[in-house]
């Protein structure tokens, strides 16, 4: 999925005339690589459908991120598109009941904290930010969500960093960092 995303936006920052340095391009290419530790180890194939529906999705957040590059109230905006995604939302669990889901409250309560307070916030402070990263900034700057979600949740839970995350961790940082300082040297030799 996080590829999907990434695809996206350095895909519309590519046909909207962006280019990337030789470094960008190398930046971006090790904190892939990174991703794909991270994430390979336990990673096993998915069905056909299952890959075209996380692709979707990437794709759509991909968009998502791109759309909200221009809003203005980035809280108001983040408020208002999950309140309208509430009836799909509902739909769905009530369609997970009549297959026999069982939900909980407190696994309901998890998920609205989860989805509606952690996720609004996130997209909110994210929507704060996107105006001044070009499309393979703010793509290489989602590389950065699992490495922040690994790190802590093994503070959280109080496990140990194994060598393989932080190797990882540190390339799809070090890669990001590459991003973003190719871009400011581009700048200020330019001004």
């Not at 336990?42 to 890959?51: D, K």
């Not at 509430?86 to 998920?111: K, M």
């Not at 922040?148 to 890669?175: F, K, N, P």
Request: charged letters at 5%.
């Amino acid at each position: 999925m996080f590829g999907a995303v990434q695809a996206t936006m350095v895909g519309y920052g590519l046909v909207r005339g962006e280019r990337l340095s030789t470094l960008q391009w190398f930046g971006f290419t090790i904190a892939v690589a990174g991703l794909a530790a991270i994430v390979a180890p336990g990673a096993s194939a998915p069905s056909v459908t299952g890959a075209c529906l996380m692709l979707t999705a990437g794709a759509a957040w991909g968009a998502y991120s791109l759309l909200g590059r221009g809003i203005a109230d980035p809280l108001g905006a983040t408020a208002g598109n999950f309140t309208r995604s509430l009836p799909i939302a509902i739909c769905l669990s009530l369609g997970a009941l009549s297959f026999g889901t069982d939900l909980t409250s407190g696994g309901i309560a998890l998920a609205i904290l989860s989805g509606a307070v952690a996720s609004g916030i996130g997209y909110t402070i994210w929507y704060a930010a996107l105006p001044g990263l070009t499309p393979a900034q703010g793509a290489s700057v989602q590389l950065s969500v699992p490495v922040i979600t690994a790190l802590a949740g093994a503070l959280v839970l109080g496990e140990a960093l194994s060598l393989r995350l932080s190797i990882s961790s540190l390339a799809i940082l070090g890669g990001i960092a590459l991003v973003f300082s190719s871009r400011e040297r581009a700048l200020s030799s330019s001004s």
